[in-house]
T-cell receptor
Framework: ETGVTQSPTHLIKTRGQQVTLRCSSQ?????VSWYQQALGQGPQFIFQ???????GRGNFPPRFSGLQFPNYSSELNVNALELDDSALYLC???????????FGSGTRLTVV | GENVEQHPSTLSVQEGDSAVIKCTYS??????FPWYKQELGKGPQLIID?????GEKKDQRIAVTLNKTAKHFSLHITETQPEDSAVYFC????????????FGTGTQLKVEL
């Protein structure tokens, strides 16, 4: 059974640029969620995808968007990057209705 | 929305001692309370969870207690070992898995030899 894999592990972008982060869900999971974890803080819910549609969203602006593909992999896109977007972005997969997420190791995004 | 507070932010114990981390939540509709352990450079890993219809749950050296009336829950680690050193997060959600988790701010646990 494979876990959740994320790519890339680290990324440096310039303010105003766009970024795409990728996630492969754990085998058998059909739901993917994205979280933003600022340094020294707990993860903050960005949104969740189920059956390729957004299934809940946290308090993040529309420049944060996502996709889920038929194979349950996912992308997080962030447009017009701001310095405060610097954080660890975590992908988590689960089976809808089941308990507990499986988190990936995250992508460390630095905006300069 | 839900708000989860977690204390202490840092905790240092001697190997073999017990460690207790406490969390409070604000939304009485929350009914699922997981605890995650995050090691450096890794994502959070679920270590134990509890539902609102249970007051206590234990798994070897780890236990979690829940007081629904007071809206607080705690993680207890007994016989701590150096490998227990990590950041621990509590979280709350309205239903089990697959739904929005609201996390606490984390506790840095250091187990000293």
């Amino acid at each position: 059974e494979t876990g959740v894999t994320q790519s890339p592990t680290h990324l440096i972008k310039t303010r105003g640029q766009q970024v795409t982060l990728r996630c492969s869900s754990q085998s058998g999971h059909n739901t993917v969620s994205w979280y933003q974890q600022a340094l020294g803080q707990g993860p903050q819910f960005i949104f969740q995808y189920y059956r390729e549609e957004e299934n809940g969203r946290g308090n993040f602006p529309p420049r944060f968007s996502g996709l889920q593909f038929p194979n349950y992999s996912s992308e997080l896109n962030v447009n017009a990057l701001e310095l405060d977007d610097s954080a660890l972005y975590l992908c988590a997969s689960s089976f809808l209705g089941a308990e507990g997420y499986t988190f990936g190791s995250g992508t460390r995004l630095t905006v300069v | 929305g839900e708000n989860v507070e977690q204390h202490p932010s840092t905790l240092s114990v001697q190997e073999g001692d017990s460690a207790v981390i406490k969390c409070t939540y604000s939304d009485s509709a929350s009914n699922y309370f997981p605890w995650y352990k995050q090691e450096l450079g890794k994502g959070p890993q679920l270590i134990i969870d509890i539902r609102s219809n249970v007051g206590e749950k234990k798994d070897q050296r780890i236990a979690v207690t829940l007081n629904k009336t007071a809206k607080h829950f705690s993680l207890h680690i007994t016989e701590t070992q150096p490998e227990d050193s990590a950041v621990y997060f509590c979280a709350a959600s309205m239903t089990g898995g697959g739904n929005k988790l609201t996390f606490g701010t984390g506790t840095q646990l250091k187990v000293e030899l």
